[in-house]
């Protein structure tokens, strides 16, 4: 081999060794890949969902899903809606969210109880309102969990002023989040990203195999 292409073949292995490391920097501070345990989010999430999330940067707004951590829980992550910002006066009554006394806009889907908590997708019955996003609350009636709990804390009693630089988030399966109704508010440093895409989709079926959710792989999250 002469020296030019032993020159050559250093510099082609140093391009792939910074390339190779980009690329990891790149997945461990900007890229996350985060499998959902849970309904909090249902239908929107569901549990088996796996998420590609990327980190967040600039202002978080109204209606943005997070991935973030509360400050009681640093060592938990959650996946949430973003409902009232900082300075904002939030109330929560039955199947309404008040900020400053208006009702935001949200399109509001009943959904039948009880549900797949397995499979996790909510049978919805009907809808009402309009909003850039669904939100699911179970249909009222005997037997059924009331809307506001004792373990509630934060803005469904009388209205709740939200700190500044910290942020209301709510799961979008209402009456099945442990969200900021119970744990308070999340501050602007533990918000960490935004979910883009769903890349999989799975569950353990009666026979205790994994059972893969076809219609939900590539689905975008909004």
Not at 61 to 81: A, H, L, M, N, T
Not at 126 to 140: A, D, I, L, M
Request: charged fraction near 25%; glycine fraction near 8%.
């Amino acid at each position: 081999m002469s020296s030019k292409q032993r020159r050559l073949l250093i510099i082609g292995i140093a391009v792939l060794a910074v390339s190779g490391v980009a690329i990891v920097a790149y997945r461990i501070f900007f890229i996350k890949m985060v499998r959902v345990p849970t309904g909090a989010m249902a239908n929107t999430i569901v549990p088996g969902d796996c998420l590609i999330a990327k980190r967040l940067f600039g202002d978080v707004k109204r209606g943005d899903i997070i991935i973030f951590r509360y400050p009681s829980q640093p060592s938990v992550q959650y996946v949430s809606r973003v409902v009232g910002l900082p300075g904002e006066n939030i109330l929560v009554r039955d199947a309404n969210v008040y900020i400053n006394d208006h009702a935001i806009a949200e399109q509001r889907v009943l959904v039948k109880y009880p549900y797949d908590f397995d499979f996790g997708v909510l049978e919805e019955i009907s809808s009402e309102g309009s909003g850039p996003y669904r939100v699911f609350y179970f249909k009222r009636g005997e037997n059924l969990m009331p809307a506001v709990s004792p373990e509630m804390k934060f803005a469904v009693r009388e209205p709740f002023q939200i700190p500044a630089n910290q942020y209301f988030v709510m799961g979008d399966n209402r009456d099945n989040s442990l969200d900021s109704r119970f744990q308070g508010t999340v501050p602007r440093e533990l918000i960490w990203g935004k979910p883009s895409t769903i890349y999989w989709s799975s569950h353990e079926d009666q026979s205790h195999r994994e059972a893969i959710k076809w219609e939900r792989l590539g689905r975008a999250i909004q």
